[in-house]
């Protein structure tokens, strides 16, 4: 039986773009009253956007479905059609069951309230009655372990805290259809584990689940089928593993080079400009992806049009929530006008699986920043692992293998 | 969550919109219950607020109106017993009317998380101002002891003022809501109204003294006139008589703004989310 079945929706949204035309108070107020009194000359152009256009597929019942795709595919807005937040422009869904989404862990959590009320409030927003509330109040309070606080109000909750309450209230939903949006990206890994085994749960039980997420060890682990989004179209729809192949090589050819041929439409400022910046991953025995084994190469080349400037080069790898895994610089050098390389290695074995961003900061007499390149550029390392019969998220920023613990026997005695 | 099969499409909202509505009234209760609970967390006084407001408020008016703007002269009755009815509707009105406009907007984490009945939110803004209401009239009872006043039976029609006064501010509220969405102007309009808006309504003063004026019908399309001459016909009985001159606009007023507003929140709320 089908549970779900999108037919041929999209989703149009109009942006417009105002174009600056005053720079001050008097200028404002002139053009004001010019404008009320005269034709308008249009000045603010619309440009109409797809976020989705003609995606159609069935969802099986029992099925638990992964989607994939970058930023901006229209992962979000599939899903915020599908729980009727909003509405497609076009076409048409058919759900058949009960339907629960979750696309934010503690939706409507009142952060004045105490754990004790925050659970009768979210539950009831997420559409549980009273009755089910209170009948499953205590297993909700031990899956988050939270006892000890559940009189004391939210707001001074650890945010961990936070995030196991509101999973904990969602895990205990019974819907038959589970939307599930990317709230495994917070959360300790210990939780993590426990948020997936109980999704695995609800999916034995032959309920449907819809997945979001960027963690592709996650989806691959937990669902059967995937759909690949890209730009608002639906690229595939299939089995997990082959879809997930195909998600993994388009993302590594799109993201991993950014490239601009003249200094006049390159990013930075009158002291220097990018030229061109590329993550080079050294593939071995012939894979395609980007994954824990992979050493990566990261070249960046910018055109340096200062006289004589005692210049380095500043590198920031930060991880997909955004904390700065390092940074790293290079020597300060004098250098004349023209064309600088730098390039920085990460050696094979050290990041662990996951998206990661690139800044660039270039800085002058080793203390003045004189352009910093914000999120230069991002690539996703695919997980890998061997000699373990766990599939959980590894947790951590880095996974440096390098950094052995060892175990030896020191006494045959117990 | 519906058993049902649901058809999601453009244009088209649930086909059993009040049926889902009248499911999920526990979420009315609930998200009501929230309002109230959050409005005296963390300060000392807690409840004691819903008391202090509606007090200090018909203190000041009984001095202002009534002691120096000399009306106290007119009235038979304390003049106390008088401003009380208008007090109660007045901030009943004005805080229903804040609280109901800003209800999408204030909620808009839940909007654009979780898919309910939008109406619900509105709705259910009533709780925290009919809360306050009820602090009121307990204050209003105190003073009749105190001044050894007998309310009439027209008590028992208390409650329907108190509910005409509300779909007064829901019919202009959850229109303000919804536009409120798209044009944050409202949410500076709002404020405005609520702090001149005692002194176009017969909040201070009985409506007797603008009664002969030749703008005195413009004056009655304010459904706050109608509600609180006949909160003060019920609660004071001989002393106020029943206007139906306020009585009938405000009836209109109600009907038709309760009825147009929830028209164009249906047709507004599944584009909500677009916006906020």
New interface residues.
């Given amino acids: 039986m089908k549970a779900i079945s999108i037919d041929n929706i999209s989703k149009k949204?109009i942006l417009s773009h105002k174009k600056k035309k005053y720079q001050n108070l008097k200028e404002s107020m002139s053009g004001f009253f010019s404008e009320l009194f005269s034709s308008k000359d249009e000045e603010e152009t619309k440009e109409v956007f797809w976020a989705l256009r003609n995606v159609s597929f069935d969802i099986e019942q029992g099925d638990r479905i992964g989607i994939v795709g970058s930023n901006g595919a229209g992962k979000s807005t599939l899903l915020?059609?599908?729980?009727?937040?909003?509405?497609?422009?076009?076409?048409?869904?058919?759900?058949?069951?009960?339907?629960?989404?979750l696309?934010?862990v503690g939706?409507?959590f009142?952060p004045?309230?105490t754990g004790r009320?925050n659970i009768?409030?979210n539950g009831?927003?997420?559409?549980m009655?009273?009755q089910e509330i209170k009948r499953q109040f205590d297993e909700i309070v031990s899956f988050a372990g939270i006892e000890k606080f559940l009189d004391t109000?939210v707001k001074r909750y650890s945010s961990g805290m936070y995030v196991r309450l509101g999973f904990a209230i969602a895990a205990h939903l019974e819907?038959e259809i589970l939307i599930v949006d990317e709230v495994l990206a917070v959360g300790d890994s210990e939780f993590q584990k426990k948020c997936l085994g109980k999704m695995k749960d609800v999916s034995s039980s032959g309920r449907t689940i819809l997945f979001v997420s960027h963690n592709a060890t996650a989806i691959q682990g937990l669902c059967n089928k995937a759909a690949f989004l890209q730009k608002g179209s639906l690229v595939k729809y299939g089995e997990v593993g082959e879809v997930l192949h195909d998600y993994m090589t388009s993302i590594s050819k799109f993201q991993l080079q950014q490239n601009w041929e003249t200094p006049d439409n390159a990013p930075g400022n009158d002291q220097v400009r990018i030229k061109n910046i590329e993550v080079v991953p050294e593939f071995i025995n012939g894979s395609k992806n980007i994954d824990v084994r992979t050493p990566l190469k990261i070249n960046i080349e910018f055109w340096n049009m200062l006289e004589s400037a005692h210049l380095n080069l500043s590198m920031f790898l930060y991880s997909m929530t955004g904390e700065c895994v390092f940074n790293v610089g290079s020597q300060a050098k004098t250098f004349s006008k023209g064309l600088i390389k730098g390039m920085l290695e990460i050696p094979a074995n050290f990041l662990n699986d996951g998206s990661y961003y690139i800044s660039v900061m270039i800085v002058k007499d080793t203390a003045d920043p004189i352009y910093f390149m914000e999120d230069a550029i991002s690539f996703d390392v695919a997980d890998w692992r061997e000699g373990t019969n766990w599939y959980g998220k590894w947790p951590g920023a880095v996974r440096p293998i390098n950094i052995p613990v060892q175990t030896w026997k020191v006494d045959g005695l117990i | 969550m519906e058993r049902d099969e649901v058809i999601i499409k453009a244009g088209k909202s649930a086909l059993h919109y009040w049926r889902e509505v009248w499911r999920q009234k526990e979420l009315f209760w609930i998200l009501g219950k929230r309002d109230v609970m959050v409005r005296y967390k963390q300060t000392i006084l807690g409840v004691a607020w819903g008391v202090i407001r509606p007090l200090m408020t018909a203190i000041v008016m009984v001095f202002a109106f009534g002691k120096i703007a000399k009306l106290e002269q007119d009235s038979t009755i304390p003049y106390m017993l008088v401003v009380i009815p208008g007090v109660i509707i007045w901030l009943f009105f004005s805080q229903s009317l804040s609280q109901i406009s800003n209800s999408i907007v204030g909620n808009g984490n839940l909007v654009s998380k979780v898919y309910f009945p939008r109406i619900i939110i509105p709705f259910s803004s009533l709780l925290v101002g009919l809360l306050d209401a009820m602090i009121a009239f307990a204050m209003f009872f105190v003073f009749c002891i105190y001044y050894k006043f007998l309310p009439s039976w027209h008590i028992f029609f208390a409650p329907i003022f108190l509910f005409l006064a509300y779909l007064g501010a829901f019919g202009a509220g959850l229109l303000a809501s919804v536009l409120n969405v798209k044009y944050r102007d409202i949410a500076q309009i709002i404020p405005f109204v609520v702090q001149f808006g005692y002194f176009i309504s017969p909040v201070a003063y009985s409506s007797e003294r603008v009664k002969d004026e030749w703008w005195y019908p413009v004056y009655n399309l304010n459904p706050v006139a109608g509600a609180i001459d006949g909160l003060r016909w019920c609660l004071l009985g001989d002393f106020a008589e029943f206007n139906w001159q306020s009585f009938i606009p405000m009836l209109l007023f109600v009907t038709i703004s309760v009825l147009f507003s929830i028209w164009f929140f249906r047709k507004n709320e599944n584009s909500f989310v677009d916006h906020l």
């Fill in positions: 949204y915020k059609i599908l729980s009727r937040i909003t509405e497609p422009t076009s076409g048409q869904v058919k759900v058949n069951g009960r339907m629960a989404s696309l934010e939706t409507g009142h004045d309230l009320e009768f409030l009831a927003i997420l559409g009655k009273q109000p819907p």
